[in-house]
Every structure is written in structure tokens, then in C-alpha cells.
């Protein structure tokens, strides 16, 4: 769980990833955030988030995207 929020915070240094439960709904993440967020997350989990992934309560929280990006491993 270190290295996804390390890749979080490499991308967005200055939010707290471990305390913030409203990333998007507080605009603290912006579209550009969430597309570098998604291609980086797609290498490190060897997953394709989609489209219809996209939305706020999957990326309002670390846990939120981290429980997304499992659940597409699972998948797999």
C-alpha cells in the first residue's frame, strides 16, 4: 500500500492522501490529476481503468482508488 501512495503523491505532493475523503468532490484532484493518476496506476497494477470508472466515488480517496484498482486485478 506504500507504493500506491507514493505514486499518488508523486503526482499531487501537496494533498495528504491519507486524509482527504473528498478528492474530487472538493476539487482537489482536476481532470489532468486523475489521467496521470490512471496511466500510472494502469503500469503499477497492470490493469486498464476505463471510462466508466471514472467517477467521483472511485477516486474521491486513496481507499476509494486503491479498492478500485483491486478489484480490476481481480478481474483479470
Known sequence: MEDF???LEEIRPD????EET???DDGLLDSFDI???VS???DHFDIAIRVNE???ENF???EAIYKM???LQEKK
Open 5 to 7: 501512495y507514493k505514486i
Open 15 to 18: 494533498i495528504d492522501f491519507k
Open 22 to 24: 473528498k478528492l474530487v
Open 35 to 37: 489521467v496521470s493518476i
Open 40 to 42: 500510472d496506476l494502469n
Open 54 to 56: 471514472l467517477s467521483p
Open 60 to 62: 474521491n480517496s486513496a
Open 69 to 71: 484498482c483491486l478489484k
